[in-house]
């Protein structure tokens, strides 16, 4: 998600808005919402220059203290009209691709939801998801047909809204998820939210939530979007991505619990892979596992990343217990393991884990407790 979806998502309103430019929005509610038309356009122009304040300024820990406003808001002057209006989305628009272009891969700026940041391509994602919503919530209070390219819509959901089981078609998936149309099948929404991809900072090292897009690349033999070392990533971090792709399309993926690639802060190179299996159970336990290319072993990669990640983890709510089921003949993953902070499983709990849980023969189970 980058700057040319930007411009795609904002070129798409101006055309299907600006033959109506000439109504009175004021006097027009905006689809559900309980904004008028007018209120709702000049919404989407501060969105998309408040995000790219953000991500030109990299401004850390809060937004930047600035708005916009339109000539007669606030001003004294003859009040914008609504074709002003659209002028300015288109320009607040042109600024926020030139941000995310400009902008390197590792920065990243504040967002307050869900996990405190973002970076290019998050506020990418959340200005084309801003533009694509209130478009059609303009268009449907003014009786004015619209639709934006499938793959748009397909792109802000593998980004934006991870959690959410695809439909048939992404567009009313989408607008479903939101609160603004129906599904055969599902209840209606009434609260929502997006998910960022999560970042967890781990000493030389980042990691990086993939989204079922990238996990969907990573599966298929691809990149995922990441410059690795050169003999990655390994095979263990494919077969991940591919847990990460059945989770989503099964609607029970939550971004949190998934896979993370790890990303050397010296280079900007992926060196690995590590997440969980999936959300904790009912006896709030979730396992781990991790992968690092055969160049990038031995360096102390892995232990960083895991420490960072179960730190994480065992800090939210609903988890009591991290455990890692490893080959006993493996010794290098068990020392990685017990670099950070998980001990070997009592007898009684690898007697449970084989006996009901289904552990496998030959297999360890490490275990770290919150």
Known sequence: MGGDQVEQAVEGCLETLRPAADRDWDAVRAGRLEWSCRRTAEHIASDLIAYAGQLAGRVQNRYAPFEITFEGS????E???????????????AL??????????????FHPFPFGGADRSGFAAMGVTEVLLHTHDIAEGLGVAYEPPAQLAEDVLTLLFPHVRP??????????????GDLPGRAPVTRWHWYLPPVVPAGRLTLHGVTP??????????????????DGPFQ????????????????VHR????????????????????????APDDEQRAEVGYDLAESARGHGYA??????????????????????????????????????????ATVEEERTAHGQHDLEPGLRLYVRRG
């Open 74 to 77: 606030e001003d004294g002057l």
């Open 79 to 93: 009040p914008a009209g609504t074709a002003d209006v659209l002028d300015v989305i288109g320009t607040t628009g």
């Open 96 to 109: 926020l691709a030139a941000a995310v272009r400009t902008a390197p891969r590792e920065a990243r700026a």
């Open 167 to 180: 439909g048939s078609a992404a567009w009313p998936t989408l607008l479903w998820a939101t609160g603004r």
């Open 213 to 230: 897009a990238a996990a969907r690349d990573l599966a298929l033999g691809g990149d995922g979007g990441f410059t690795w070392v050169e």
């Open 236 to 251: 263990g971090t494919r077969d991940a991505a591919g847990t990460v792709v059945k989770a989503y399309e099964a609607g």
């Open 255 to 278: 971004p949190e619990w998934g896979l993370f690639v790890l990303v050397r802060k010296e280079d900007g190179r992926a060196v690995g892979g590590m997440g969980f299996h999936g």
């Open 303 to 344: 232990s960083e990343a895991l420490t960072a990640l179960a730190d994480r983890a065992l800090a939210r709510d609903g988890i009591r217990l991290l455990f890692a089921a490893i080959d006993d003949d493996n010794r290098p993953s068990q020392s990685v393991a017990e670099r950070a902070g998980f001990t070997r």
